[in-house]
């Protein structure tokens, strides 16, 4: 069982669509949750950064986190042909770990005009 | 102009050959990753480093060699020893390891 997983897509929507971007993760230890946001080409840019069970919004974006069932998502709202990616969660252990992430395979978005 | 830069965009590589890529980073991080991306996966840690002089190998270390003797400066070689170099590469620094890592703009690798 690979310790995150994440469905590859492709996921299409039309524009102004709500987007829905899971992943799971096997190890409860893992306490820090990321989404990074890839254009295609370039390198990641991060998205959202949590630590805690619940939401964090940030504009059209919002980041939420369950902890006791270990999935951890990422709402788009509105959604625009601009944010066509690549999707990738990473998450990252405790404090005893190394600062290594965990990266889920990503999720290719396609919004449609 | 803060940031991490990467070069080349794109490398070749011919068959016995050892390539360097280059990762420079401004933002006065600690840290500093490299990343393989294989299409379809997700990023790989190949090696590490939190602090000048040192650095340790991550998941996938073999055929790739690393150094760091300037902070910021964290170059990768593919040695010909990495039988299946074709990919992505990503760097990412970070101010301490235990904080947000930021990427490059990545170097594609392809061989000849």
């Known amino acids: 069982q690979k310790e995150v997983e994440q469905d590859p897509g492709p996921l299409s929507v039309p524009e102004g669509a709500i987007v829905s971007l899971n992943c799971t993760y096997s190890?409860?230890?893992?306490?820090?949750f990321m989404w990074y946001r890839q254009y295609s080409r370039k390198g990641p840019e991060l998205l959202m950064y949590t630590y805690s069970s619940g939401n964090k919004e940030d504009g059209r974006f919002t980041a939420q986190v369950d902890k006791s069932s270990k999935y951890i998502s990422l709402f788009i709202r509105d959604s625009q042909p601009s944010d066509s990616a690549t999707y990738l969660c990473?998450?990252?252990?405790?404090?005893?770990?190394?600062?290594?992430?965990?990266f889920g395979q990503g999720t290719t978005l396609q919004v449609k005009p | 102009d803060g940031g991490i830069t990467q070069s080349p965009k794109y490398l070749f590589r011919k068959e016995g050959q050892n390539v360097t890529l280059s990762c420079e980073q401004n933002l006065n991080h600690d840290a500093m990753y490299w990343y393989r991306q294989d299409p379809g996966q997700g990023l790989r840690l190949i090696y590490y480093s939190q602090i000048v002089n040192d650095f340790q190998k991550g998941d996938i270390a073999e055929g790739y060699s690393v150094s760091r003797e300037k902070k910021e400066s964290f170059p990768l070689t593919v040695t010909s020893a990495q039988k299946n170099p074709t990919a992505f590469y990503l760097c990412a620094s970070s101010p301490g390891s235990q904080e947000t890592q930021y990427f490059g703009p990545g170097t594609r690798l392809l061989v000849l």
């Open positions: 990473a998450i990252r252990g405790g404090s005893s770990n190394t600062g290594k992430l965990i």
């Open positions: 190890n409860s230890a893992f306490q820090y």
